[in-house]
């Protein structure tokens, strides 16, 4: 979506970090995601941040926010082929729950 | 654990017919929202339900209508089909009180020939 920009690939070699960002231009968003998306597949809800923290860590997940310029970070620590999928930003308010998502990443992991 | 059911999986449709995509929300779960997702697109908002009221319309095309009923299942009813219709149709529901957190099912594929 236009009002949630993320760079649509990324390859990296296995056991190596990956770094995903996106960008949102609404100030009032409330609520960041992250979701993976395998093809075929349904949207599966990796990890989510409230704008008032800046960092969320869930496993090998890490999530880090900017809030002043707005960028949103997934780090995927020792990425495995698994791993490789489309993940998806998206962005939500208290006004109303609906999803705004970003175009997607498309993530290649190499063995 | 339980997850969104949606019903049916595949959908194959001629232009100008009727559709109707059903959606079985998480036990507990009172929320349910619609999405289309195009080949090779993020997924777009549609509608949203909140025990079993409107709360959130999206761009939605007048052809199609939603409800959400007593039990909570929700159905996206699509009429005079055209050819871009052909997407995935996702629901998502949300839980009592987390309205914020959206599970989603694993979509239905509507095709229109």
């Known amino acids: 979506g236009e009002d949630v920009e993320q760079s649509l690939f990324l390859s990296v070699r296995e056991g190596d970090s990956s770094v995903i960002n996106c960008t949102y231009t609404?100030?009032?968003?409330?609520?960041l995601y992250w979701y993976k998306q395998e093809p075929g597949a349904g949207l599966q809800l990796l990890t989510y941040?409230?704008?008032?923290?800046d960092m969320k860590q869930d496993q090998r997940l890490t999530v880090l926010l900017n809030k002043k310029d707005k960028h949103l970070s997934l780090r995927i620590a020792d990425t495995q082929t698994g791993d490789s999928a489309i993940y998806f930003c998206?962005?939500?308010?208290?006004?109303?729950?609906?999803?705004?998502f970003g175009s997607g990443t498309r993530l290649l992991v190499r063995p | 654990a339980a997850g969104v059911i949606q019903s049916p999986r595949h959908l194959i449709k001629e232009k100008r017919e009727t559709a109707t995509l059903k959606c079985y929300p998480i036990p507990r779960h009172d929320t349910v929202y619609w999405y289309q997702q195009g080949p090779g697109q993020d997924p777009q908002f549609l509608i949203s339900f909140y025990e079993k009221m409107q709360s959130d319309k999206g761009s939605i095309p007048d052809r199609f209508s939603a409800q959400q009923f007593s039990d909570y299942h929700s159905e996206l009813n699509m009429s005079s089909l055209e050819l871009g219709d052909s997407a995935l149709y996702f629901c998502?529901?949300?839980?009592?009180?987390?309205?914020?957190?959206?599970?989603f099912g694993p979509g239905t594929r509507l095709t229109v020939t």
């Open positions: 998206a962005e939500s308010k208290d006004s109303s729950y609906k999803l705004i």
């Open positions: 998502a529901s949300s839980p009592v009180g987390d309205s914020y957190e959206q599970y």
């Open positions: 941040i409230f704008s008032n923290m």
């Open positions: 609404d100030s009032s968003s409330t609520y």
